[in-house]
């Protein structure tokens, strides 16, 4: 089936990286799954078969569990006409592979050979209830109090009640005093969440990342001593950048033999199926279509994606991301460097399409912020880290270990972040950036941001259930740097659009109007906390430009009083989805920048 000149190149690469020779073969696109299994099952005098989905006997598949036939790469499919138990594997059907297997099923078997894609998918379909409710349920079942299922336990419904109620009898005996007082804790908690970050960018710009990556010590990798690598990238109604990202991630700099790609689709997105197939990924590609089920959301699909990674380290990308093609081999290496007890390690994000409007310009400032100052700055001082939504680099066993994603919680990597921290383990950065396309639409950037919010107040009410046990665990400072980053932020948004309504108020109405509902010392404490805060932000959102050298960003800064007033109407909405529809995941619609990349 092939050539001379096509075997010695395979020989050559299998060699270099210590792989096996199917897998090389495959990955250099000289032969099918299909062709190298048929000949295998020839070489080892078994049969070759393909999956009928219709052929699958629950009662059979049901001899085995999951975890194991995951585990050991074979799954009972059915009986043939004599009675024995067809065995699907894509392993050499060896006669102690055969007695291990009847050992565990207590009949006899046939062992008929199928791909790896094959044998993958048949477990997919023969154990799709168990694959939906271990990826939906896996955490809750474990710990509850760790899930985003239930918005408040009891305890936060008692404490919630019972703190309206005493606001609201306070409000109709003291209602001047009680608006006054109010007042006064919005301003406080506007300026201690924004003086927070403040303090850590200022940290994080005299730093250098903790895993510190140099072109030497990539020229100076083996690729034989690089690990299994899996890519997951979840896509739900992405059928316009298919294309771009098959490209994208064919520029990974990774032996394509030890690169696993897994494409995570939902069952009813026909159109992003189609367009994936007909792009024609390379092998190092697998299709995965996670069964339909509710929630119907990203950190569901990647959860399908954990239970199938054969990786020693896994990283999430979305779909339009651009990661650095060296970017593997740093994390790699930035896994070798790391403090023990890290679990992940957070690339940078930024935009390609930074210049396209104002709202990409003040998207990008953002980021680079948040990702270059911000980060850096929480790992230095051993803060929890909140992660990105994608280029999040994990060590797989460790993440299975910490029960995967939360399923209902809609800002899943942020919620993983604090996870990681309350089990007393760590999470790092690298050196290295994938670029994304920053939202150019404005009702787009309030879906997402809104939904984003959403999930840091969902993720605020899951980790305070039980305050005491985070801070014991993860130690006083994490748990209170937890309280300021995650529950600060949607606070400190809550907060604008009453501290700049009090502020217009202040220049409109008379002042004994004024007088008569606040002290004088309120409004002049809220004014100052208005304008210092802001002028905070202005100032880091000004050093965001600098690292990247992108100068012509620093004067659009002083736009980040408005755009924190879309922060706070999009934090509203989150606060009534939270209410309403606390697990509906908002989609953000991507591919469309008008900009080439």
């Given amino acids: 089936m092939i050539t001379e000149a096509q075997l010695d190149e395979a020989l050559f690469a299998r060699a270099r990286s210590d792989s ?43 001899m085995v569990d999951l975890e194991q036939a995951l585990r050991e790469g074979w799954i009972p499919t059915h009986r043939d006409e004599s009675g024995a138990i067809i065995v699907m594997t894509s392993q050499r059907p060896s006669e102690q592979l055969r007695t291990d297997i009847e050992l565990t099923l207590r009949e006899v078997v046939r062992i008929v050979v199928g791909s790896e894609w094959e044998v993958s998918r048949a477990i997919q379909l023969g154990y799709r209830d ?131 790609i897994l494409l995570l689709l939902e069952a009813d997105d026909v159109e ?15 299709i995965v279509v996670t069964p339909d089920g509710q929630p119907k959301t990203k950190p569901k699909a990647c959860n399908v994606g954990l239970l199938l990674a054969k990786g020693k380290y896994l990283v999430i990308y979305d779909a339009e991301d651009r990661p650095d093609p060296d970017q593997l081999k740093r994390a790699v290496i930035g896994f070798r460097k790391a403090r023990e007890g890290t679990v992940c390690l957070q690339a940078a994000l930024n935009y390609f399409n930074a210049e396209e409007n104002a709202l990409t310009r003040m998207f990008t400032l953002e980021y680079s912020f948040w990702f270059d100052y911000m980060l850096p700055g929480l790992d230095a001082r051993a803060m929890p880290i909140p992660l990105g939504g994608t280029s999040n680099h994990f060590d797989t066993a460790a993440l299975r270990e910490l029960g995967g994603w939360d399923p209902f919680n809609v800002t899943e990597d942020a919620d993983l972040g604090i996870r990681v921290a309350a089990r007393g383990k760590h999470v790092g950065v690298i050196d290295s950036t994938t670029f994304e396309e920053a ?46 980053l995650i529950g600060g932020t949607a606070v ?104 080439d990349h």
Avoid at 273 to 283: I, T, V
């Fill in 130 to 260: 168990a694959v939906v409710e271990k990826a939906t349920l896996s955490l809750w079942r474990s710990d509850s109090s760790a899930s985003a299922r239930s918005v408040l336990d009891r305890s936060q419904k008692l404490a919630g009640g019972l703190v309206a109620l005493l606001l609201i009898t306070c409000a109709i005996l003291w209602p001047r005093e009680v608006i006054a007082i109010l007042a006064l804790v919005v301003s406080l908690g506007f300026l201690m969440g924004i003086a927070f970050k403040f303090v850590m960018c200022m940290t994080g710009a005299r730093m250098e990342f903790e895993a510190i990556v140099t072109d030497d010590d990539i020229s100076e990798l083996r690729e034989d001593e690089l690990p299994i690598y899996t890519v997951l990238v979840p896509c739900y109604k992405e059928s316009e950048i298919v294309s771009q990202l098959v490209d994208n991630l064919g520029a990974l700099d990774y032996p394509v033999e030890k690169l696993e």
């Fill in 439 to 484: 939202n150019r639409a404005y009702g787009n950037w309030i879906r997402q941001r809104s939904r984003w919010i959403k999930g840091y107040m969902q993720t605020t009410l899951v980790h305070s259930r039980h305050p005491v046990k985070l801070a014991r665990e993860a130690g006083i400072g994490q748990a209170l740097g937890f309280a300021m």
């Fill in 492 to 595: 400190s948004f809550l907060a604008v659009i009453p501290l700049y309504a009090l502020f217009v108020a202040s220049l409109i109405l008379p002042p004994h109007v004024m007088a008569g509902w606040f002290p004088g010392w309120v409004l002049w404490f809220s004014l100052l906390n208005l304008l210092v805060g802001n002028a905070l932000m202005i100032w880091v959102s000004m050093m965001g430009a600098f690292r990247r050298r992108r100068y012509w960003l620093v004067l659009w800064a002083l736009l980040n009083p408005l755009y924190w007033l879309m922060h706070s109407i999009a934090t509203y909405k989150g606060l009534f989805q939270l209410i309403t529809r606390p697990h509906y995941w908002e989609k953000t619609a991507h591919g469309l920048t008008n900009v």
């Fill in 272 to 286: 992003t199926l189609e367009a994936a197939k007909a792009s024609k990924p390379p092998r190092t590609v697998t």
């Fill in 20 to 62: 096996r020779l199917g897998p090389v073969l495959l990955s250099l696109n000289f032969l099918t799954p299909r062709e190298l299994y048929v000949a295998l099952a020839a070489v080892w005098g078994a049969d070759y078969a393909e999956i009928d989905p219709n052929a699958f006997d629950p009662d059979v598949v049901a």
